[in-house]
């Protein structure tokens, strides 16, 4: 039986795209071995291991330095509280096979992890040097941060016996950068962490509600928001002249809330009780992200609800099956944006076929699968 330990510095009870990608992993790894192990960043007074399956031993890691330390430690290349800690736990334990999950968490540590002789998998959630110039870190640790952010994933990167992508794109960015070098590169995408049940969507009339949902505080959101009530809302607005949209999410920016508050057809709703309500009262998903790499989770609000998604290119990344199934249609600048809204709104989708292909795309079962084909002809 191999022994597992999977490493993550995203806290489990969060609710964002990188912290469910990470327990939809856990999950699919569960599903593959008996015997894992789960190191955490955890809160004071807190336990949030119930988010992942019963099976997995979960360790919790408690930060209790100080904000000085802290400031310093991200000067020394410590970018997360698990260094001393990890180094402690490999000290006295052993392990066949050891899982970086994000290529930050290698950060100080992927000597200690090489050392220990267990095989490596990093799971690379995004290109990290073109996330960190979307969303550049505060001015006092910005330097420090790039640094040895981009360290961090060339160490992963070439010390690991497997790399997992979440998109095509991100892998061949990997290879764009060491042409002769064998990176194992296997692009896997992820999956949702809860089970996903039968569902039957009624077939209703038309209606012509449009949704934008995230982290509405978030520079990669925020931006990409303002930009579009800019640029493209007028021109939605020509499309589909009796529209409404719902733009709802977390703590809502002053720039959104301001370019939003005179537009009769438009709501933004601030921290919703039930997001699900919500999407279940909506036609369409929309997604303006046009930056960063990697996979954008949000896209998932709209598919497990059946909407059809009009997205930016940059979003539509990682869901080629549902363009290719003219479930999704993309866009890069204003005149691409009126056609792919008229070809949706003309569209006749049935929900229940948009929802059915993200089961078949995005369960547990359908990322263990791929990780077992992979990790058994590459590791075991």
Known sequence: MKKVLFLTRHYLSDNNGGANATKGFVHAFARLFDDL????????????????????????????????????????????????????????????????????????????????????????????????KDNLPPLAYRLPMMYYSSKAETAALLASDINFTLTENDAQVFV???????????????????????????????????IITGSLCFKQSNRPIVEFMKNY?????????????????????????????????????????DMNVLLEGADYYLCPINAGSGIKLRVIDGLKHGLPILCHSVSAVGYETFRNNRQLFEYNDQNSFYTSVNQMLMADINPNDIYNTFKEEFSVESLAMKLHRIIQNVLL
């Open 37 to 132: 192990v789960l190191i955490y960043p955890e809160h004071d007074n807190e336990d949030n291991s119930n988010f992942v399956p019963q099976s997995v031993k979960c360790i919790p890691c408690f930060d209790h330095r100080s904000k000085i330390q802290k400031g310093l430690d991200v000067y020394r290349g410590r970018l997360h509280r698990l260094t001393d800690f990890v180094r402690r736990h490999l000290g006295g334990c052993k392990y066949d096979i050891i899982v970086i999950d994000h290529s930050l968490t290698a950060a100080s540590l992927i000597e200690n992890i090489k050392a220990t002789g267990a095989k490596i998998i990093t799971i690379h959630h995004n290109v990290e040097r073109f996330y960190m």
């Open 176 to 210: 764009s950068w060491y042409p002769q070098r064998n990176l194992h590169l296997h692009n896997i995408g992820i999956c949702e962490f809860r089970h996903l049940a039968d569902k039957s969507f009624p077939l209703k009339k038309k209606g012509r509600t449009f």
């Open 233 to 273: 809302y007028e021109i939605l607005l020509k499309a589909c002249p009796d529209c409404k949209l719902i733009i709802a999410g977390r703590n809502p920016s002053m720039e959104i809330l301001d370019i939003c508050r005179d537009k009769q057809n438009v709501m933004v709703i601030g921290n919703p009780e």
